[in-house]
């Protein structure tokens, strides 16, 4: 017989909440980033087309994602130090990336699209572990 203790399944709980709270605002920030990221593909470069989308998905997220999903009262400096490096390495990430799907004869839009579920499951360990741990 398997022993699971009131405390263990309190904090599953608020993981699960956390991490629903997160794929319902990341949804939301998710569309809208990438309606932004599919339109500059088609008439910017890579690398500006991912920087404006990440800078947009930046600002929506830091505050719904803090306030909202890991229930930061107070969004420190710390905090926003920390979400800013997450973004660089996110962005990073993100247009490497599709330059090298690219590489193949796939087309950047669906290269995109590809990495959706890989860099919003990044994005929730490293903030939900480095960015706002209490």
């Given amino acids: 017989m398997i022993h699971i203790s009131k405390s263990n399944l309190l904090k599953k709980r608020i ?6 709270s997160f ?3 990341g949804f939301f920030n998710t569309l809208l980033t990438n309606l932004i ?6 008439f910017t470069p890579t690398i500006f087309a991912t920087l404006m989308s990440q800078i947009f998905n ?6 719904f994602y803090g306030k909202k999903v890991f229930g930061i009262k107070s969004l420190k400096n ?3 130090l920390k979400y800013i490096l997450l973004n660089v ?3 990073n990430l993100n247009w490497i990336v599709i330059n090298n799907i690219n590489s193949y004869n796939i087309s950047k839009n669906i290269a995109s699209l590809i ?10 360990v490293f903030q939900k572990r480095f960015v706002f741990s209490k």
């Fill in 23 to 25: 794929i319902y605002f």
């Fill in 58 to 63: 930046f600002n929506f997220g830091y505050y």
């Fill in 78 to 80: 710390i905090y926003f």
């Fill in 37 to 42: 990221l599919q339109l500059l593909l088609l």
């Fill in 89 to 91: 390495i996110i962005w």
């Fill in 15 to 20: 993981i699960d909440k956390k991490f629903l």
């Fill in 115 to 124: 990495l959706i579920p890989f860099l919003a499951l990044i994005s929730f």
